[in-house]
C-alpha cells in the first residue's frame, strides 16, 4: 500500500512540475510563432488595404486593390491554369504513389533501395529541379524543333511530370506508412473468406488507409496551387501571348507567380494589387485544403 501511495505522491509531483514550467517552454514558441507569421499576415491583409511603395509609406484605398485584382485578366487566367493543374497533378501523384506504396510492401526484393530512390528526388530544391528539367525538357524537345517555352501544352505537362518526379516518393512513404498499420487480422480474415487480391484491395486495404490518402491528397492539393519556384525556373510563366490592347498573358504563369510578378513588376504602384492577390489566395487555399480535409475524414475508418 505504501509504495502505490508513494508512486501516486511521484506522478503528482510530475504533473504539478510539467503545469508550473509548462509556459516557459510555451511562451518562446508562441512568441516565434506571432513574430514569424501572425504579425506578417495581419500587416499583409492591412497592406492589402492600402496603396504603398514601402511598408512605411502607405496610403488607404479600402477595396480598390480587391477591385483591381479581379479585373485582372491574367489573374483570372492563372487561376483557372493553377485550378487544373492542381487537379490533374493531385490525382497522378497520388495514384501513382499508391501503386508504387502498394508493391513495395509486397515483400518483393530490394524493397528499401527502391524506397530511397524514389524518395531522393524530394531532397532536390524547386529551383534546383526546374533548371535540370529545363535542360532535359530542351535536349528532348529540341530534336523535335519544339519548345517546352514556345508550347504552353508542353509547358503544362513539363509541370505535371516535375511535379511527379518531385512529389511521388514523398507521399510513397506516407501511403507505405498506411499499409504498414492495416490490422493483419483483417487481411487475414478477408483470405479466409475467399476474397481476391483486387476485392480485399477495395474493400479492406483503402478504407484503412483512407488517413494516409486524406494527407497526401491534402499536401498534393495545397502544393499544386502553391507552386512557385519550379514554375519560375521551369518556363517563368512562357509563352507570352500580347492582347490586341496591348496586355500580355503569360500562359504558363501560375497564381503564386502572377503575385510575384505583379509585385515586383515595373509598376511599383501595383504593389497593393499585389498584396490583394495574395490575401485572396491564401482565402483560396485555406478554403479548399479545409473542404478536402472534412470530405476526406468523413470516410476514414475507426480500428
Not at 508562441?30 to 497592406?47: D, E, R, S
Not at 501544352?153 to 518531385?166: A, D, E, N, R
Amino acid at each position: 500500500m505504501k509504495k502505490k501511495s508513494g508512486t501516486v505522491r511521484r506522478g503528482s509531483n510530475l504533473s504539478r512540475s510539467i503545469q508550473k514550467w509548462f509556459p516557459v517552454f510555451l511562451l518562446p514558441t508562441m512568441a516565434a510563432f506571432c513574430i514569424g507569421f501572425v504579425w506578417p499576415f495581419l500587416h499583409g491583409m492591412f497592406l492589402s488595404f492600402t496603396s504603398f511603395k514601402t511598408t512605411s509609406k502607405w496610403t488607404w484605398v479600402g477595396l480598390t486593390n480587391y477591385v483591381k485584382a479581379f479585373a485582372d485578366g491574367s489573374f483570372r487566367y492563372s487561376f483557372v491554369y493553377t485550378a487544373g493543374y492542381a487537379v490533374v497533378s493531385l490525382v497522378l501523384i497520388n495514384v501513382l504513389a499508391f501503386i508504387i506504396a502498394y508493391f513495395l510492401t509486397q515483400k518483393i526484393k530490394g524493397a528499401n533501395l527502391f524506397r530511397t530512390v524514389f524518395f531522393m528526388p524530394n531532397l532536390i530544391g524547386g529551383i534546383v529541379l526546374g533548371y535540370i528539367w529545363s535542360m532535359i525538357f530542351d535536349g528532348v524537345l529540341g530534336a523535335y524543333g519544339k519548345s517546352i517555352l514556345t508550347d504552353k501544352t508542353w509547358g503544362f505537362w513539363g509541370l505535371i511530370i516535375l511535379m511527379c518526379w518531385q512529389q511521388i516518393g514523398y507521399m510513397m512513404i506516407i501511403y507505405i506508412a498506411g499499409l504498414q498499420a492495416v490490422p493483419e487480422d483483417m487481411l487475414e480474415a478477408a483470405k479466409i473468406d475467399g476474397a481476391s487480391r483486387t476485392q480485399t484491395l477495395f474493400k479492406v486495404t483503402i478504407p484503412n488507409v483512407m488517413p494516409s490518402i486524406t494527407i497526401c491528397t491534402f499536401l498534393s492539393l495545397t502544393n499544386g496551387f502553391k507552386l512557385f519556384d519550379q514554375n519560375l525556373a521551369l518556363t517563368g510563366g512562357q509563352p507570352f501571348i500580347i492582347n490586341p490592347d496591348g496586355t500580355s498573358v503569360h500562359t504558363t504563369e501560375m497564381l503564386a507567380l502572377n503575385i510575384y510578378n505583379t509585385f515586383y513588376g515595373q509598376n511599383v504602384n501595383a504593389r497593393g494589387t499585389a498584396q490583394a492577390k495574395a490575401v485572396l489566395f491564401f482565402i483560396l487555399v485555406a478554403t479548399l485544403g479545409l473542404m478536402q480535409l472534412g470530405i476526406t475524414r468523413k470516410k476514414e475508418v475507426q480500428q
